[in-house]
């Protein structure tokens, strides 16, 4: 079974703030992202992966980057925190483009 | 542009049997997903189409209109469990998925 695990289910941070997150998978997948999920919108697209040390932009990349010094970790940061980031993250992993397989996801808010 | 088009919401009765359409128009395709998502849970996958016609599993089943961007989800013999949120997504010429807002399932007793 895949395993996609992330650092934290809920999160509250200050604006201005410097938010880490974190994603493992156990399962030798090569590619991996990062989506935003808000109500009334479909997942929204930050960033993916395919290899390491590789990146590449989705459709929402502002005010985020991320990091894939493993195979096996992805993180997504949040330079500086505002509050129109307070949403759902989600991580996702996927051996090349297969079915993308999701971690429980992090709920953060911004105050 | 791309776009997905699902329908916000449905409600169903237990027992019963509920359709959940799925629109598309995007720039290529290269296969459509479906996902399920509880209420604060990440999505799971239920099924993918990449050819026109039917694709059953147990309870659940997917089909496909390549030439009318059209996908349906198919849900039999409706249980409690499976009030969800049901997410459409279609993988384009890129192989990125694009997805549809979902549809949130409500199952009365």
């Known amino acids: 079974d895949v395993k996609v695990t992330q650092s934290s289910r809920y999160l509250v941070k200050r604006t201005g703030e410097k938010v880490f997150l974190e994603c493992v998978q156990d399962m030798d997948h090569e590619n991996m992202f990062w989506y935003r999920q808000d109500p009334g919108l479909g997942l929204r697209l930050i960033y993916f992966?395919?290899?390491?040390?590789?990146?590449e932009k989705g459709d929402i990349p502002e005010g985020y980057s991320v990091s894939r010094e493993k195979k096996e970790r992805f993180s997504l940061i949040l330079e500086s925190a505002s509050t129109n980031q307070t949403s759902m993250y989600l991580c996702?992993?996927?051996?090349?483009?297969?079915?993308?397989?999701f971690g429980p996801g992090t709920r953060l808010t911004v105050l | 542009g791309q776009n997905i088009d699902q329908p916000t919401e449905m409600t169903a009765t237990e027992g019963a049997i509920v359709q959940i359409n799925c629109t598309y128009q995007?720039?290529?395709?290269?296969?459509l997903f479906w996902y399920q998502q509880h209420a604060g849970e990440a999505p799971t996958f239920l099924s993918y189409n990449v050819l026109d016609g039917l694709e059953e599993k147990g309870r659940f089943s997917s089909f496909l209109s390549r030439s009318k961007g059209y996908s349906y989800l198919l849900l039999k013999e409706l249980q409690m469990k499976d009030s969800a949120s049901y997410l459409c997504a279609v993988r384009d010429s890129n192989y990125q998925l694009i997805w549809g807002a979902g549809t949130k399932l409500i199952i009365k007793p």
């Open positions: 995007t720039s290529g395709f290269n296969g």
């Open positions: 996702a992993s996927s051996l090349g483009p297969g079915t993308q397989y």
């Open positions: 992966s395919y290899d390491v040390k590789m990146k």
